[in-house]
């Protein structure tokens, strides 16, 4: 049985930073596809940064200020958010994937889903 656990997010205001992170437990191949995702009040639930065996992608908006990373050892999927802007206000979820990230980046393809954590930029 597979759980993600987010944590880390918080209020901040516009320009701090913040790290968040997710623990995975139960077998993922490590080589598949775990993302960041963001759904605010009334959008579409959106992939902000994904990373697998072959490297990293990011959404245009968050591009050179977040920056996504694992610790394979610890079973933990981090993201680092820089500059943070009120627009980035949002619940951010970790997800992971039965793929590689270059097969999907849409939410309904994720299938391993972490509860959520809120980030409130003010």
């Known amino acids: 049985h597979v759980q993600l656990v987010e944590s880390g997010g918080d209020s901040v205001q516009p320009g701090e930073s913040l790290k968040l992170s997710c623990t995975i437990s139960g077998y993922i191949y490590n080589h598949y596809c775990k993302a960041w995702f963001r759904q605010a009040p009334g959008k579409e639930r959106e992939e902000v940064a994904a990373?697998?065996?072959?490297?990293?992608r990011y959404e245009n908006s968050v591009q050179d200020r977040f920056f996504i990373s694992k610790d394979a050892a610890k079973n933990t999927l981090y993201l680092e958010m820089y500059n943070l802007k009120p627009e980035d206000s949002a619940m951010y979820y970790c997800?992971?994937?039965?793929?590689?990230?270059?097969?999907?980046?849409?939410?309904?393809?994720?299938?391993?889903w972490g509860q959520g954590t809120q980030v409130t930029v003010s």
């Open positions: 990373i697998d065996s072959d490297g990293t």
């Open positions: 997800a992971a994937a039965t793929h590689y990230c270059w097969a999907s980046r849409y939410a309904n393809k994720f299938p391993h």
